[in-house]
């Protein structure tokens, strides 16, 4: 077994390996099935399940996994209960844990190494040697928080399969800044990197039970239960712009199941961790809502209904219908009445707002054209198309 030196803080573990193979001169395909016990080749540069390769370090897994690798940003927004298990099951089975899915869940949009100068210059002076780190490798992070600049991008690719076994000061084009950092020169851009890299230190419930909570207390609650997802989803795009969004694979369109409001329901969890650091960032910001919730109560609040109205309309329809089976001599009742006047439900409901309809239907049942006539017929159970066949007595 090997024993190497303990990896910087926040060293990510690409870095690490890459270390790893310059100290004992080995490839990766010598030195990675010493490092892991397994038979591989490439090793992800972002996430293991070989506590080997931790304890070659000197560290316990779960300290090595929280301190090295993007598993805590991967599950920071998560169900507690499925974070739990991820994280329990990486720990006592780790065989059986696909890291693949994990890893492709938290490193969407990043593709190449990335580091801050600042950050390159200090590690040099300290340690002879620089880093790649955590904190400059996470979606949407386009800010070293330590030094308040802009990361910059290499063009040494994050695959372990391409991987050139460069460091930071190494690597070519160092100074190029990322293509899209423009996008990131402003508040909302720093308010994501902090939203993303607190993941990476500080266990706290995030999930959508914490967006919910900061949404109601920006304001954006319609009731106890309800947000105003809508105004919520169109706010947050302002905020960060649909470049930028657009940049994240997070862009949508204002409708009502876009991500912003779906990502507010338990079922939120499973979002890219993206979405919901770029929901955490915008809910840090202090916004105010851009329609007050009272606006959408007018709105939802339909006409008041004419109720008179509605009954004379029912009431000539119902007369006319009594007519014409005075005339064919047959029969007709209530409920079909009722019905054909279009006024099932509200006679159901709200039966007391029709005080004139009831009148003349009392003195309808007791006339000839009253399919149960007041006193004089018992309730017939016959089909309705018999019934209307029936002359009168
Ligand atoms: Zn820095």
Known sequence: MFHLPTPYPDELLGSILIRAQRLTGLGGKLLLPKLTGARITTHSPVL???????????????????????????????????????????????????????????????THY?????????????????YWRRSHHLPGVGWCLKHDRLVVATCLSLCSRETKLLLPHEAPQVGQ?????????????KKLSQASVATL???????????????????????????WG????????????????ARLGSDFELEPRSWPTTILRPSGGSAAPVRHALMDAFLSSAPRP????????????????????????????MRAMVEEHVRSQTRVTVT??????????????????????????????????????????????????????????
Request: glycine share 4%.
């Open 230 to 245: 809508q105004v919520l989803a169109q706010d947050l795009r302002r905020y960060f712009t649909s470049p930028l969004l």
């Open 201 to 227: 230190h500080e266990p706290a419930d995030r999930g959508y039970a914490s967006h919910r909570k900061k949404a109601t207390q920006a304001g954006y609650a319609l009731s106890r239960h309800n947000i």
């Open 114 to 130: 990335q580091l801050c100068r600042a950050c390159m210059g200090e590690d040099l002076r300290h340690f002879g040697e620089s």
């Open 290 to 317: 851009s329609r007050p919730p009272d606006a959408y109560m007018r709105r939802k609040k339909a006409k008041p209904k004419d109720w008179r109205a509605i009954e004379l309309r029912a009431l000539k329809t």
């Open 177 to 189: 800044p990322l293509a899209w950092a423009q996008l990131l020169r402003n508040t909302p851009g």
């Open 48 to 110: 293991t399940k070989y506590p080997l390769l931790a304890s070659s370090h000197g560290m316990r897994m779960e300290d090595f996994v929280k301190q090295h690798t993007l598993l805590p940003y991967a599950t920071a927004y998560m169900e507690p209960l499925q974070r739990d298990r991820i994280w329990a099951r990486l720990l006592s089975e780790p065989h059986a844990t696909n890291i693949a899915s994990l890893a492709q869940h938290a490193t969407k949009g990043i």
């Open 336 to 393: 079909e009445l009722v019905e054909r006047a279009d006024l099932s439900g509200p006679w159901k409901h709200r039966r007391s707002q029709f005080t004139e309809i009831n009148g003349w239907l009392q003195e309808f049942k007791a006339s000839p054209q009253s399919e149960r006539q007041t006193g004089r017929r018992p309730r017939a159970y016959t089909s309705r198309r018999k019934r209307s066949q029936k002359a009168p007595p």
